[in-house]
T-cell receptor, first 110, second 116 residues
Framework: SQQGEEDPQALSIQEGENATMNCSYK?????LQWYRQNSGRGLVHLIL?????REKHSGRLRVTLDTSKKSSSLLITASRAADTASYFC??????????FGTGTRLQVFP | DTEVTQTPKHLVMGMTNKKSLKCEQH?????MYWYKQKAKKPPELMFV???????INESVPSRFSPECPNSSLLNLHLHALQPEDSALYLC???????????????FGSGTRLTVV
């Protein structure tokens, strides 16, 4: 299976704190993407990092990629209650096979 | 239009029924996908259509039959399903090809299927 692993499986923090999620993948990828899912509905694309990039920022999001370790991390700074959701990393193999990691459930308390 | 629309949002069907899930996008995307997601699990890739042709079938049972009538529409025909097929079925689209290296996917809100 090409499915990646994420940790932690669940994370609970207070508003204003930072949240860090880690993702590992199996083989060479084109890019790594992060998605958010609220209440088991559709996924929303958050940020994409290409295999030749090491770090990327978008608003309160910071993603890193270490291809030598086949790992990525997502940092959400100054979290809000509205950030409560499940977060998935997803690895793009070739140009048409996007495989999701196991996910992290984030709970942000007001 | 920047959305992927899935219908119906909920579906309950018996094991002898035949039903179809529909997915539509008008973003000019040339690749479309079906994913299956069980509760508290990640989405699992089922099928990939690229330029209206089936390019990937992840060993999905034949009781699931995909169809891509044109570049904007994707259907998933269901027949003789089992209770364990109950799940959230997600459709997604992307620009496909080399553009997929720099752009993410757009997902619909899914069809929650219950097989009784």
């Amino acid at each position: 299976s090409q499915q990646g692993e994420e940790d932690p499986q669940a994370l609970s923090i207070q508003e204003g704190e930072n949240a860090t999620m880690n993702c590992s993948y199996k083989t060479s990828i084109n890019n790594l993407q992060w998605y958010r899912q609220n209440s088991g509905r559709g996924l929303v694309h958050l940020i994409l990092i290409r295999s030749n990039e090491r770090e990327k920022h978008s608003g309160r999001l910071r993603v890193t990629l270490d291809t030598s370790k086949k790992s990525s991390s997502l940092l959400i700074t100054a979290s809000r209650a509205a950030d409560t959701a499940s977060y998935f990393c997803a690895s793009l193999y070739n140009t048409d096979k996007l495989i999701f990691g196991t996910g992290t459930r984030l709970q942000v308390f007001p | 239009d920047t959305e992927v629309t899935q219908t119906p949002k909920h579906l309950v069907m018996g094991m002898t029924n035949k039903k179809s899930l529909k997915c539509e996008q008008h973003m000019g995307h040339r690749a479309m996908y079906w994913y299956k997601q069980k509760a508290k699990k990640p989405p699992e890739l089922m099928f990939v259509y690229s330029y209206e042709k089936l390019s990937i079938n992840e060993s999905v049972p034949s009781r699931f039959s995909p169809e891509c009538p044109n570049s904007s529409l994707l259907n998933l025909h269901l027949h003789a399903l089992q209770p364990e097929d109950s799940a959230l079925y997600l459709c997604a689209s992307s620009q496909g090809g080399e553009a997929a290296r720099v752009k993410g996917y757009t997902f619909g809100s899914g069809t929650r299927l219950t097989v009784v």
